[in-house]
């Protein structure tokens, strides 16, 4: 039915409609003839008046949807409290709006609870648009009665209903159903002890003896079912009754390639192996690792509502839904003049096709919308937003999502070029880096400069570049900066676009970079110049957890120009544990009070009874929820974790978390770890983690996302009834010798220098059935094949007996070592007597992976010949050692570490040191970030560096090193 214009008032966004033509003419394509548009307008104007209001556009005929009943109501149980970050916190909210997951009461969604066998099965059901059947077969169930005695509830009903429709539907096997009612000897226990306990109410009333044995086994049957369906269904379960919902193809038994990488596929039941396949190869599923299927575990519930979202295009048109997607062209407010209340919202949506569709949304009939992670009505829907809504054959739209950029939701503050502008309705279109268009509406005396002098409305040209802040799509102040080639649209000067940010990912290609919960990521190319310490460095330079400045060349371009590495202002220097004494919110200060430092491998009193620290909002949480300040001050005497940092000389808090129990602490490695669930696993014990988790690696504060299975950690945990979460994890591993970006690794090798070549040495086996060694994962690999590297002029060569650097020059252009100009008598008798011919050195070499070879580069060698060691075909054992640097001794020689770790080749762990180690550099080579230096070059070392070191030690007190790694 169409309204007549005379009924009804139009506000479009605050302004007339624009005709046709003014459309046209605001786009630029009619430039002449400006006499005519009077009439033009008269005429446009008088037949708008006699269209229906519900067109996008005069002459366009649209599809129209109108909300649903009872939209209010839904989005406030859909402000579930505990999604928060959660990694499937979109999902949770999509299945939810969708209908087909709901919360579990009281604004909860309980993401990490494992989904019942019942609820999975009703999942499916309502994704396979069951639910009028489902309530048909309710209705069908009896309700269960002995002597006037109720059995069962609603719930029991559903459940019944569920699993009778489940199997009609050939969702569910009569066996699978039959062995789910199999319950353990315990689950039988605690059965019978539950309907004794039921019937035993009834002992003493006026049943007689048969209506209480009656009683009693109805109890049983009900109660049996629920505790079997209640039971957390197992990922095959699971993946088999999905893969028939979604009527997938199941895989011929031999041809199955997908299961063929798991290890434990013999664990899959055989009848759901063909099913699983066939997910599997969908890309619906996947395992728990790389080659682990997990069959027999259980599935979250917010794994469900993810792995649904997923699938959605199979099972939303058997729901009768459809989705669609476009972008907001125009928004209306209609009110009737005799119901002013009564306000029809009317949004229209133009398609990819040039077709449109308008929703027509009341207070009474709306729908959800989300924006990232939150839930609003409608009214939080604006012009120029991308958008992808859901409508039902009914003609009505379900749920929609403002689709958002890699970069998230809209900032308040936005960069781009001014396209178009409007000065009779003030409105600007202003196309930002992203290549995204926005509509803005700029107020009367808003503020406005161009090049830092002011401005009004009227000044602003075309193409402007501009930084606008806004509420909305309501401009509150505008800077404009005039380029200086104004015909180079695009151009700007070198390194003038910026981003800043923690470094989360990155490789000899591309780093992804987070800045306050938002990740983007930007190439690296050859022309990447990466600054550290106000030198260029190699990408491998960079650390997980750096903070980095990214700058650009060009507006539209992802590719960097330049990383500048922040300094080791922000390196954690402490983990504390300590008291809340007392919050400054003004100052942004906290005093701690019963501080307990973390020094030695153990926890220590602080040398000071109460230190003030400065913080911010942001870093601050109560387990997975961030605090601010202000709650943290009303948190008085509450114990917590922080990571500390220097930030110009003084303490600074870089992330807090609250302590939430009793404090477990743990020395191992991760022997499992799940991002789905935020689970890991440490000494066969399961812990939680959440964003509150306080994740330090090389005195970084990293992502819990660069959790890597195996890991050695230490880890603070707190343990309360409700399970284990992880509090803070140090991640000890510094992983100086694993393969680095570009291909590239450093690599230890312990051999005979067998023979000379140009620029080359070639290592060779150290003795008779003794091959040479390579330092792989902290264990000495035994390698036969002879191999060559290549030496240069900045190689440290170094007599570790004599203490004396060889010059690289002596071996240069002969297989023989050359003894002329050589002031060291010692020396020039050994080179003379080829003294250095089949003895032991170590060899400090990069390898470099080229494609089809792998190219090697000497660093460093230490010659360190002790032949006496190696009688019989024997070697003594070398001791690795890695910790912080504490101290730098350049008298003597010496480097003390903190926190050190020993590696037992026994156990293969790394085994903590109560106490600092003080290491003889007097035999050392040392290579710091790849630079060999000499014991005059020891000041370059700073404190806090990550440091490797490789010893030989002939007594228990002998620390000389002959290797030492450094990085900072």
Known sequence: MSIQSNQIKILHNGKTPLSWREKVRERGIIAKHPKILPLALIFTILLTSLLPVTAATPFTSVDSYRGLPGAVQKVRDMNYTDIGDHWAATSILDITGLGVM????????????????????????????????????????????????????????????AIELAQQENILTEEEAADLLELSDEEIDQLDEEVNKAVDEYLYSELTSPELTELENALRNQMETRKAW????????????????LNLEPAEPSQTPQLARFNDRRQIDEEKRPLIEAALQANYISGTSENTFSPAESMSRAQMAALMMKSSADWLPQRGITPRQGKVSDLRMIETPDNPQARTRQVTVKHPDNTSSLLELTQREDLPVRRKSQIYLSDQIFDGDPVTYYTTDENHVKYMTVTTSPEGEASPVLTGFIESIDPNTRTLKVRDFNDREHHLQVPLGTGVTINGRLATFEDLPHGLEVTISRLGNTVNSLQGTVEEDPDRHGYIPPESRFKVGDVLFFDENSIEIQNQGTRETFQ?????????????????????????LLLFDDIYSPEIATIRVEDDERHITDMIRATVDSVDNRAGEVLLRDIQRFDENRWVPHSDSIVRYQTNNGQLFEGASEVTLAQLDRMKGQQVYAAVEESYGRPRIAKLQTQNGSTQAYDSRIQGL??????LEV?????????????????????????????NIYMLADMSPVGRNAAMISITDQGMLDPRPGGTRLVIYQARLQDLFDYQVELGRIGYQLDYLRLEENRWESLRSARRANFSEDTLIYDSE????????????????????IENRQLRERIEDRFYYDKTAYFLIRETDTGNSTHREALAINLAPRAQEYEGGTMATEHSAMGVVDTVDLDNNSLTLNNVRNWNGLSRRWEPVRSRQEFDTHTAVILLNDDPITAEEMYRIRSGAQAYVIQNRTASDDHSAYVIVIEQ
Do not use: C
Request: proline letters at 4%.
């Open 524 to 548: 690296i190319t050859s022309n990447t110049q990466i600054q550290r310490d106000g030198s260029r460095a190699p990408v491998h330079q960079i650390k997980t957890g750096d903070r980095v």
């Open 102 to 161: 709901s919360g579990t009461g009281n604004r909860q969604f309980a993401p990490n609870r494992s989904i019942t066998a019942g609820e999975a099965l009703m999942v499916l059901l309502k994704a396979r648009g069951m639910e009028d059947e489902f309530q048909e077969a309710v209705a069908e169930q009896d309700a269960v009665e002995v002597a006037g005695v109720p059995v069962g509830t609603e719930a029991d009903r559903q459940l019944v209903a």
């Open 683 to 711: 000494d066969y014990n399961r812990f939680n983690f959440h964003p509150g988790t306080i994740v330090i690696q090389n005195n970084r504060l990293v992502d819990r996302l660069n959790l890597n299975k195996d890991q």
């Open 230 to 245: 209640n039971r957390p269904a197992q990922r095959q379960q699971v993946a088999a009754w999905f893969a028939r919902t």
């Open 802 to 821: 004599l203490e004396e650097a060889i010059n690289p020059g002596v071996f240069l252009d002969t297989r023989f070592i050359d003894p002329q100009d």
């Open 674 to 679: 799940e991002f789905a669930t935020e689970e």
